[in-house]
């Protein structure tokens, strides 16, 4: 889907904009690190860089506090951070990429169903088989995300409605109403399930380890590869379906690619963290603003972003009420609707 | 739902009826419509009654409502099943008639008191007062009950949503949006609570967030009953006024309708029978949304109509209650059931509209 020499300055810029893009990308890299680390080091028990250092590189030896040192950074603090950092980016460009295939600037993944369906998924699989590991039922969420991911777009492509912004939101919907119902059916009369969604419904980072986390890694740079080879169609889809076919883009081939990337993006960060909503709505406004509409830039921001929030979101929740711990998808929304207030009411939704 | 549904009403002009300073269009065909809607609702309301573990014959229920029954069954249906059968009905009518005036102020038919936020509030307060206990929380469900500070969350999240999207007057859109966002909020806070909360308040709490009808007392019923009349009243007063709003603000404003005065009055009267309907049988989702949708359909009409949106309304959730009471293998809240139901019912409506 190359553009031609004629357009390409068009969509790229000036030089001065692209070196500017280059160095905000740059910049975001650097706050992700920084805030990794802080991650690392906060928490029930405060550790200094040094101690965090050490316990990341140090071989193993025979002092006590050091080797809890190492436990803490290695087993507990790691994983959360990482996978913040992956679920981050994911439902990040995740949600750059829905809003870009909708055209609709109140399209956010778990508009899809995503997160009605791995959380069915869940506690049927909880109520069925009695499972209690994360490892376990996590296969079963990213199932159930995907299925009703696919669900819902489907329905919202039959007929002349495809497309429609509204047609989405509804056919969302109706599916997660539907199976949030179902949810609930199973849930009162299994109290294991009961027990195991209430956790699952707040959308946490904590918890999992890296038998979980790599796996659905793998899910999510599929996920990422397909998003990249699609950002060119999308740019050009923007200008408009008609344009679009105008100017060689075979529209079916990329709405396909574009929607199995948001699945499986969506799907795999839904089934390590649980339900996260308004993170990929807000980054990837954040990004517009930055970039502007060139979604070959935007997505990358929007990931970045997102792994910043989600990091930064779970650092605040270990904060604030302590002893215990706010979950990292809780303050997401504490803190994203607010956010989506205000973007509602400058005006920033008029036409949708 | 889409324009489809406005062209059919241009119709040849029906006739209009004049009673001194009021006057309204005779549609014969809504009229039946709503008249066999009531009829049937009636019929439900006695079969909800009548099925129970100690089942009452349909002749006998109606026997016994208007007064010329038997000790027994004066009982059984006055003190036992009357309550929650008649909370049915009122909280039907309350949301229908709500939805019904909230799709025509946002001239959307999306919006529903769902979105608005109310049940967002009600839950999150009702789910506090839950889980929480002890202290103030205690006090505060001793003092006034739990229905009743529901109430007050659902209401006070209403108007925050009104006047969050204010901005030189209301715009539907607007509403539905800040709605969205002012309710995921409210959401957060009920899952933090319910990670935090004991188990088995969880269960309470989780029973009380999806709708139910069980154990409902004549003290609560008699309260929404009351209320959802009053309401009622003011929307009958106040829809003259609104009729001529469909047709635009500009040419409201030109047939002398204060539009701004109308909609204030009216989208209040819509939160706060969404606010009674959720304080009497918790968050029952879908019925304010799917209710006018029916009724529209149903009546032909061209915007939700106001009378046959209550009818459907009690229809559903009546009918949902029995069915979630009797043919299900596990006794379910009667919010499944709604769901169950209406999550499908936009799906139809929306390849319908799209298969056209």
């Known amino acids: 889907m190359g553009t031609t020499a004629m357009e390409r300055p068009l969509i790229r810029g000036t030089t001065k904009a692209r070196r500017r893009r280059v160095v905000g990308l740059g910049t975001l890299v650097a706050v992700l690190v920084i805030a990794a680390a802080v991650s690392l080091a906060v928490g029930a028990r405060a550790l200094s860089p040094a101690e965090v250092w050490h316990g990341l590189f140090a071989a193993p030896d025979s002092d006590q506090r050091l080797t809890e040192i190492r436990l803490i950074v290695r087993t507990v603090r790691m994983p959360r951070t990482v996978l913040a950092i992956v679920a981050g980016i994911a439902l990040g460009v995740g949600g750059a990429l829905i809003q870009g295939y909708t055209r609709n600037p109140i399209a956010d993944t778990g508009l899809l169903g995503v997160n009605s369906g791995a959380s069915f998924a869940v506690v049927s699989v909880i109520a069925v088989f009695g499972f209690a590991d994360p490892f376990q039922y996590v296969w079963f969420a990213f199932l159930g995300a995907a299925g009703s991911g696919v669900v819902v777009f489907g329905l919202a492509s039959i007929g002349r409605g495809a497309g429609n912004p509204l047609t989405l939101a509804l056919a969302g919907q109706g599916i997660t109403v539907f199976l949030a119902a179902m949810t609930t059916a199973v849930a009162l009369s299994d109290q294991a399930s009961l027990n195991a969604l209430r956790f699952w419904n707040a959308g946490s980072v904590a918890g999992v380890g890296f038998d979980v986390i790599w796996p659905v890694a793998l899910f999510i740079a599929v996920g990422l590869v397909l998003a990249v080879t699609t950002l060119p169609a999308l740019n050009l889809l923007n200008l408009g379906d008609d344009v679009a076919r105008g100017l060689g883009v075979n529209i079916a081939l990329s709405r396909t690619i574009g929607i199995a990337a948001i699945t499986l993006l969506a799907g795999a960060a839904t089934a390590a963290c649980g339900p996260i909503a308004f993170l990929g709505l807000m980054v990837a406004h954040v990004a517009r603003y930055l970039t502007g509409p060139d979604y070959r830039w935007l997505v990358p921001y929007a990931g970045l972003l997102g792994a910043v929030v989600l990091l930064l979101c779970d650092i605040v929740g270990r904060l604030v009420v302590r002893p215990g711990e706010l979950d990292a998808g809780v303050v997401v929304a504490l803190l994203g609707a607010p956010f989506f207030a205000a973007l509602v009411w400058l005006g920033k939704f008029k036409g949708a | ?356």
């Open chain 2, 1 to 356: 739902m889409n324009g489809t549904d406005v062209k059919r009403s241009v119709a040849p002009v029906a006739p209009g009826v004049r009673l001194g300073q009021v006057s309204f269009v005779w549609r014969p065909w809504l009229v039946c419509v709503t008249l066999l809607l009531a009829a049937a609702t009636f019929l439900v309301f006695c079969l909800s009654i009548g099925v129970g573990d100690f089942p009452i014959g349909l002749s006998r229920v109606i026997a016994t409502i208007f007064g010329g029954g038997e000790r027994v069954d004066e009982f059984v249906i006055m003190d036992l099943r009357m309550p929650r059968a008649l909370a049915g009905l009122v909280v039907g009518i309350a949301l229908g008639v709500s939805g019904a005036l909230t799709q025509s102020i946002a001239r959307n038919p999306l919006a529903s008191p769902d979105i608005l936020g109310i049940t967002g509030g009600a839950g999150a307060v009702s789910v506090f007062l839950v889980t929480v206990s002890g202290g103030t929380a205690a006090a505060v469900v001793s003092a006034v009950g739990l229905s009743s500070a529901a109430l007050a969350g659902g209401l006070g999240t209403g108007l925050l949503v009104y006047f969050l999207a204010w901005r030189r007057g209301i715009d539907g859109f607007r509403l539905i949006l800040i709605g969205i966002s002012v309710s995921a909020m409210m959401e957060a806070i009920t899952t933090w609570l319910l990670v935090t909360a004991d188990i088995k308040d969880v269960a309470r709490a989780q029973a009380w967030l999806v709708g139910s009808l069980d154990n409902r007392s004549w003290s609560e019923v008699r309260v929404a009953l009351w209320c959802t009349l009053v309401l009622l009243a003011v929307v009958f007063c106040v829809a003259f006024q609104f009729k001529p709003m469909h047709l635009g603000d500009e040419v409201a404003a030109g047939l002398g309708v204060r539009y701004a005065m109308v909609r204030a009055v009216l989208l209040l009267c819509a939160v706060l029978l969404a606010a009674v309907g959720v304080s009497a049988a918790g968050p029952v989702p879908f019925v304010a949304l799917v209710a006018p949708q029916v009724a529209m359909r149903l009546a032909r009409c061209p915007t939700p109509p106001m009378v046959a949106s209550g009818m459907v309304g009690a229809l559903l959730l009546i009918g949902a209650d029995l069915v979630a009471r009797t043919a299900l293998p596990i006794s379910l809240p009667v919010g499944v059931v709604t769901a169950a139901i209406g999550g499908p019912f936009l799906v139809y409506l929306l390849v319908r509209a799209n298969l056209k």
